[in-house]
């Protein structure tokens, strides 16, 4: 099993920054790539980015040019870096895992708990 613990959330005025943290322990060898999710009120969770063991980074058109995800293996931890917030960011962004089991890839296969942004205009 994989846990992941995110941090870094709270509240910035637009036009901000923030960095978020996502810990990871536990089977650290079983995961194929992590990402970050986020979900507004009365909106379904969507993709923020995501990147793989190799570091290769994948970004939805909403953080493109201001989000940047990075991950230090020695820490088993992933970064998102959050540059010119928008009040449209505001949402809890929680961290995944998508894990090997077998010779297979579980997509999602551990979540945290999130954690609150809320951008302030």
């Known amino acids: 099993q994989v846990q992941l613990v995110e941090s870094g959330g709270g509240l910035v005025q637009a036009g901000g920054s923030l960095r978020l943290s996502c810990a990871a322990s536990g089977s650290i060898f079983s995961i194929a790539a992590m990402g970050w999710y986020r979900q507004a009120p009365g909106k379904q969770r969507e993709l923020v980015a995501t990147?793989?063991?190799?570091?290769?980074?994948n970004y939805a058109d909403s953080g493109k040019g201001r989000f940047t995800i990075s991950r230090d293996n020695a820490k088993n931890t992933v970064y998102l870096e959050m540059n010119s917030l928008k009040p449209e960011d505001t949402a809890v962004y929680s961290c995944s895992a998508d894990l090997w089991v077998g010779p297979e890839v579980v997509h999602g296969g551990s979540w945290g708990k999130g954690t609150q942004v809320t951008v302030s205009s």
């Open positions: 990147i793989s063991n190799d570091g290769t980074p």
